[in-house]
C-alpha cells in the first residue's frame, strides 16, 4: 500500500465519515456523523488511504498515480449500509397471508396454525440448495442497489440438520460469489418444527446436541441466534441453547421481546449478547441490562409496519437509556418482505423518532457493532475497508425524507466499483 491510488472519489459535497469513538455509539453521540464539506477518499488496496477534505486529500496523494476517479457532482456519500439482521435464504414466499392478515388474524396466531414461518419451512426444505441460491442472489442484488454492502443473514427455515446446513451452505457460497459481504448466523431455534409439536424441549436438545456442535465443526455460521416468544421458545430454552453456542465459541443474539414482554432483553443483557432484536415490548429493566453488558438493540421498524402493529420499539427511550440502536430490515418472507434500507430508514425516522444523523448511525457503524465487524466497516477512516455509497442527494436528511425511491447512484465495495448510475456493475465471481 502506498505507490497508488486505485481509486478517487472527489467533489462529494457532504462527507458523511461516521469517525470517532471506539464502542457502538450511544446518546449523543449517535448524533455525532463526523461530516465533512467538499470532501474526497483515496483508496488502495481496497482500503482507505486517506479520507477529508477534498484539498487535503490531494495534497496527502500528490506525486502518487491514480489509475480511476469518481465525481461524486457535490453529493452526499456515505460509509457502505450495513443490514445487520436478515432471514436472506429461504424458499417460497408467503402473500397468501396477506388476506388472513388483513382479516384481522395474528402474526402468532398464522404462526400456531402451521402457517407463518412454518410455511417457508416447508418451501425451503423442497428447495434445492441451486434454488436457494438463485433467490438469495436476486434478494443480495436489490439490497446491493439500495446501498448494502455488508448483510447479515440467519438460518432457520430447515429446522433439520441437512436443511440448516443446506441453507448455511448457501450464504456460504454467495459470500464467496457476490460482492455483498455476509454474515452468518444459525438460527435453528427458529420455530418448533412440526415434527416436534409439543416436544419443543425434545428439539432443544437436538439444536445444542446435534446443529450447533456440525455448524461449528463445518465453520458455518459466526453467530448463534434464538426467537425467544410466546408459543415458540421459552426465556429457559433461549439460555440454554444462546449458553451452549457461546461455549462453542459462537457469538450470539436473540430475537426478543418482540410481542409479549418475556424478559427476553435482560436475558441477552445477562447473557452478554452482542445484539438483542425486536424488543418492542420490552421494559426499561431489560434495556437496563442492555446497557450494562454493551448489548446493541436492532430495531426492525419494517416488521412492526407490516405487521401491522400499533406499537413501535422504543428507540428514544433506549437512546436515553444508553443503550446503541441498530436498524435493519428483517427482509424475510413473512413479517418483513423487503430488501430496502432505505425504507427502514425513513420507517426509523418516522415511526422510531430517529433523527437522520441516528438513523445513518444505526446503519452503518452501530450495525457494524451488532455483527462484531466494526474493525473493518461501518465507517470511513484510514485502514478501514473502502466500502461506500454515493447518492443521488445532497444531504442525510434528503435520505429518509423522499421516500419509497431508491437514491443511490454508485456503490464501492473494497475498493471495487459495482454499482453504477444505478445498476449492477460487477462481475461474478466478484
Ligand atoms: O424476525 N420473529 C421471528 N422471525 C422473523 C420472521 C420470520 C418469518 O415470519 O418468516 C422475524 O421477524
Ligand atoms: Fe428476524
Redesign the pocket.
Known amino acids: 500500500m502506498g505507490d497508488r491510488i486505485d481509486l478517487l472519489v472527489h467533489n462529494i459535497g457532504r462527507l458523511v465519515t461516521m469517525q470517532g469513538g471506539s464502542g457502538p455509539r450511544t446518546g449523543e453521540e449517535m448524533t455525532r456523523v463526523g461530516e465533512i464539506r467538499q470532501g474526497a477518499i483515496a483508496v488502495a488496496d481496497g482500503k482507505i488511504f486517506a479520507v477529508g477534505e477534498e484539498a487535503e486529500v490531494r495534497a496527502q496523494i500528490a506525486g502518487m498515480p491514480v489509475l480511476r476517479e469518481l465525481d461524486a457532482r457535490g453529493n452526499l456519500v456515505t460509509p457502505g449500509l450495513i443490514d445487520s439482521?436478515t432471514?436472506l435464504v429461504?424458499g417460497g414466499s408467503?402473500e397468501h397471508e396477506l388476506d388472513l392478515k388483513l382479516k384481522g388474524v395474528s402474526?402468532l396466531e398464522i404462526?400456531a396454525g402451521g402457517g407463518?414461518?412454518l410455511s417457508?419451512v416447508r418451501s425451503t426444505r423442497e428447495a434445492t440448495e441451486q434454488q436457494l441460491y438463485a433467490k438469495a442472489k436476486r434478494s443480495l442484488d436489490t439490497m446491493l442497489l439500495y446501498g448494502a454492502t455488508t448483510v447479515e443473514a440467519k438460518s432457520?427455515?430447515g429446522l433439520t440438520l441437512a436443511d440448516e446446513l443446506k441453507q448455511l451452505q448457501v450464504t456460504r457460497s454467495l459470500n464467496e460469489s457476490h460482492p455483498v459481504e455476509l454474515v452468518s448466523t444459525f438460527m435453528g431455534a427458529?420455530?418448533v418444527p412440526v415434527e416436534y409439536k409439543d416436544r419443543a424441549d425434545e428439539y432443544v436438545e437436538l439444536v445444542v446436541n446435534v446443529m450447533l456442535p456440525e455448524v461449528k465443526r463445518q465453520g458455518l455460521a459466526e453467530f448463534c441466534d434464538v426467537?425467544c416468544?410466546h408459543g415458540?421458545f421459552t426465556v429457559e430454552q433461549s439460555r440454554k441453547i444462546l449458553t451452549a453456542a457461546k461455549e462453542l465459541g459462537f457469538g450470539i443474539k436473540l430475537?426478543a421481546d418482540?410481542i409479549e414482554p418475556m424478559g427476553g432483553a435482560q436475558l441477552a443483557g445477562e447473557l452478554g449478547c452482542i445484539s438483542a432484536?425486536?424488543l418492542l415490548a420490552a421494559t426499561d429493566e431489560g434495556f437496563a441490562a442492555m446497557q450494562r453488558a454493551g448489548t446493541v438493540a436492532v430495531c426492525?421498524p419494517a416488521?412492526s409496519f407490516n405487521l401491522r402493529l400499533k406499537t413501535h420499539a422504543r428507540a428514544r427511550r433506549m437512546i436515553e437509556l444508553g443503550v446503541p440502536v441498530a436498524i435493519s430490515t428483517?427482509y424475510?418472507?413473512?413479517?418483513?418482505p423487503t430488501e430496502s434500507i432505505q425504507l427502514v430508514m425513513t420507517l426509523g425516522c418516522l415511526n422510531l423518532g430517529l433523527t437522520p444523523e441516528e438513523v445513518i448511525t444505526a446503519v452503518t457503524i452501530n450495525a457494524a457493532h451488532a455483527i462484531g465487524k466494526a474493525d473493518t466497516v461501518g465507517s470511513l477512516e484510514v485502514g478501514k475497508q473502502a466500502d461506500l455509497v454515493i447518492f443521488n442527494a445532497e444531504n442525510l436528511a434528503y435520505l429518509p425524507y423522499h421516500f419509497g425511491i431508491n437514491h443511490v447512484n454508485t456503490v464501492v465495495k473494497k475498493g471495487n466499483l459495482v454499482v453504477s448510475e444505478g445498476n449492477l456493475v460487477y462481475e461474478a465471481g466478484k
Open positions: 439482521h432471514h429461504h408467503r402474526y404462526l407463518g414461518i417457508t432457520g427455515y427458529h420455530a426467537f416468544e415458540v430475537h418482540e432484536e425486536h426492525l416488521t428483517d424475510n418472507p413473512g413479517s418483513s
